[in-house]
């Protein structure tokens, strides 16, 4: 049997199970929190990451796996780890700009998951890491939408907290 209508379903039920935790267990208390203390707990997975630079560990996923897709996958995963350690940092801290480092953070993770999720045609080749796409993948994508949403409804209510010029 081919791998890809297994990885197919194994990543939409691993989405479909993390959206319906978020929006009944997590997001619920999260929207009663500062926004600093709820975009902190959305970045932790995030935080973990660097486990992409698996990709490109020998053994641990087939010798077949484009070069190409295990750099770019598992740098980017380091890149957007580093970002979410620094945005934990900044917001816990009150930091200046710790909105704006949320906001690099989130379009570069994007930006890796949406480079990543395109290349289908590496998804026989995850071999041990194959849990990183199907389980992982579909957690950051919700957190990544949690945030986002979170940033957008916080730059709107600063907009609004604005006085108009009489």
Known sequence: MPVEPIFLLQFALSLLVIALLAAWYLGPPLSTRPLHIAIGVLLIPHAFRHVGLVFM???VVSPNLAQGFA???????LAAALLALTAMVALRL?????LLVTWIFSIVGIADLANALRQAEVIPHFQAAWYIPTFFVPLLLVTHLMIVVRLIRAARDAD?????PS
């Open 57 to 59: 560990v020998p053994g």
């Open 71 to 77: 750099s770019s996958a598992g740098f980017g995963d």
């Open 94 to 98: 009150h930091l200046p700009g710790a």
């Open 160 to 164: 609004a907290a604005v006085p108009s």
